[in-house]
């Protein structure tokens, strides 16, 4: 079964630099949703998205961005990059199946910021 | 004092122990509930999906939520060194409404190891 892809898998940035990290639902899943987990630490909700609007807004930076775009398909925008954005960031994409939502996380992208 | 409460572990129990994993939490708006596996290196993976106080079983696992005292558990019967993983607890206060929902409210996760 399709899975959630995201790439890159890995990026290494130097402070100040711009990231760009995409996420690719599952085919016909309509909600996606961004999560940061730093190390030894847990998921942390950064925004989610239902068809193609802002659903949801979590704890991010207001230096970080994201859209959704028209095949489902989104994208988040990370600027003026620091140190403590060295994180992995997991993308989750849903679908209602008998009255309930599932979440399917993706294999994460690992930023690590120098 | 973060909204939901995990002990990190590490917790180590023999091949065929029942392993109980635990959450707290403070917000009395979540509703629903769920736990999740998490392997190194990889993205957290559903386990179980728990709305009302009580139990619901699927295979060798068991949820338990128990709203008035704001604790929610996971049993793991017949443990396999396959299970040593992280297990995040996570909620939310709102289901899928057809517009979206919030996102998820997760557990530090309690890091689990299976000793053969």
Same mark, same amino acid.
């Given at each position: 079964a399709a899975g959630v892809i995201q790439s890159p898998r890995h990026l290494i940035k130097e402070k100040r630099e711009t990231a760009t990290l995409k996420c690719y639902p599952i085919p016909r899943h309509d909600t996606v949703y961004w999560y940061q987990q730093g190390p030894g630490q847990d998921p942390q909700f950064l925004i989610s998205f239902y068809e193609k609007m802002q659903s949801d807004k979590g704890s991010i930076p207001d230096r970080f961005s994201?859209?959704?775009?028209?095949?489902?398909?989104?994208?988040?925008?990370?600027?003026? /990059?620091? /140190?403590?954005?060295?994180? /992995?960031?997991?993308?989750?994409?849903?679908?209602v199946a008998g009255g309930r939502e599932t979440q399917y996380f993706g294999p994460g992208t690992r930023l690590l910021v120098l | 004092?973060?909204?939901?409460?995990?002990?990190?572990?590490? &917790?180590?129990?023999?091949?065929?122990?029942?392993?109980? &994993?635990?959450?707290?939490?403070?917000?009395? $708006?979540?509703?629903?509930?769920?736990?999740?596996?998490?392997?190194?290196?990889?993205?957290p993976e559903l &386990?179980?999906?728990?709305?009302?106080?009580?139990?619901?079983?699927?295979?060798?696992?068991? $949820?338990?939520?128990?709203?008035?005292?704001?604790?929610?558990?996971?049993?793991?019967?017949?443990?396999?060194?396959?299970?040593?993983?992280?297990?995040?607890? $996570?909620?939310?206060?709102?289901?899928?409404?057809?517009g979206g929902a919030d996102g998820l409210t997760f557990g530090k996760g309690t890091h689990l190891i299976i000793q053969p």
């Amino acid at each position: 079964a399709a899975g959630v892809i995201q790439s890159p898998r890995h990026l290494i940035k130097e402070k100040r630099e711009t990231a760009t990290l995409k996420c690719y639902p599952i085919p016909r899943h309509d909600t996606v949703y961004w999560y940061q987990q730093g190390p030894g630490q847990d998921p942390q909700f950064l925004i989610s998205f239902y068809e193609k609007m802002q659903s949801d807004k979590g704890s991010i930076p207001d230096r970080f961005s994201a859209q959704q775009f028209s095949d489902y398909h989104s994208e988040l925008n990370m600027s003026s /990059l620091e /140190l403590g954005d060295s994180a /992995l960031y997991f993308c989750a994409s849903s679908l209602v199946a008998g009255g309930r939502e599932t979440q399917y996380f993706g294999p994460g992208t690992r930023l690590l910021v120098l | 004092q973060k909204e939901v409460e995990q002990d990190p572990g590490p &917790l180590s129990v023999p091949e065929g122990a029942i392993v109980s &994993l635990n959450c707290t939490y403070s917000n009395s $708006a979540f509703q629903y509930f769920m736990w999740y596996r998490q392997y190194s290196r990889k993205g957290p993976e559903l &386990l179980m999906y728990t709305y009302s106080s009580g139990n619901k079983e699927d295979g060798r696992f068991t $949820a338990q939520v128990d709203k008035s005292s704001k604790y929610i558990s996971l049993f793991i019967r017949d443990s396999q060194p396959s299970d040593s993983a992280t297990y995040l607890c $996570a909620m939310r206060q709102r289901g899928y409404s057809g517009g979206g929902a919030d996102g998820l409210t997760f557990g530090k996760g309690t890091h689990l190891i299976i000793q053969p």
